[in-house]
């Protein structure tokens, strides 16, 4: 039985994508290796960083590839996958059944926009995930998925950058458009635009307790925290007991 019990209907996820991934899931491994390793290499710029993690949630989680590496790494309890596509979810199960990982795994299929929980989870990951969604929805769709952590939890979003300077930045561009148009091609999803991801997250609300980039900036990962909020000062004074 998969944890997440109750199902909302604020964000319809028609309005971010017509995604279709179950039709690409058989190229997505080779897709995935023919980007000469660039995805692994960001897969790996924290794995082993969680061996104390109990439960993790893995938004988007697609074939599994990095589910599998977090796994052998950093071996949690229990790991529940997500995605849209059932199809994904199916190839994902298999490698990790294949990894050798001893621990619990859940299945989760649908839009995470619509699901909530009670459960919460020591670690969420967004692997390649937030750019699949519209610019101006991407803050509000990782408060959703920020949603799903615990109260010191940690949120792992590892994504395509648009990087500083010309080269890095012209190749990433680059890079993104083929993607675009080969997922538009083979699974009508509609095409995002590559936008600055550290705005997401920009503001008080967040703490970026890490971050490491590689090829020039191109792709990152970055672990963020929510900054605890404080009462402000005059709700303390108010409760405070009489000398
Ligand atoms: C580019 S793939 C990344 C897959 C995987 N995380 C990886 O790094 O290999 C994006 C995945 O997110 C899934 N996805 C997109 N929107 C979603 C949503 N609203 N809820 C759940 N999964 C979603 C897609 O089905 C797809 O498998």
Known sequence: MSPIIRTRGVLDHGKFSSTAYGKVAFLYDFLD????????????????RFTQCRNALEVGSGTGRFAALFAAKDNPGELTLNDLSGEMLERAQLKLAASGWKGRCYLLPGDITRMETDQKFDVVILHFVLNMFPVGDRKEFLERCAGFLSEDGTLWVSDFLRPKYFWPCLISQLNWWIAVVLFWALARNRPNALGDLEKVWEGREWIVLDKKTILGGIYGSYLLQRRHREKPASARDAFRPPP
């Open 33 to 48: 290796r023919i980007s000469g390793d660039a995805c692994e290499k960001t897969r790996n710029l924290f794995l082993g």
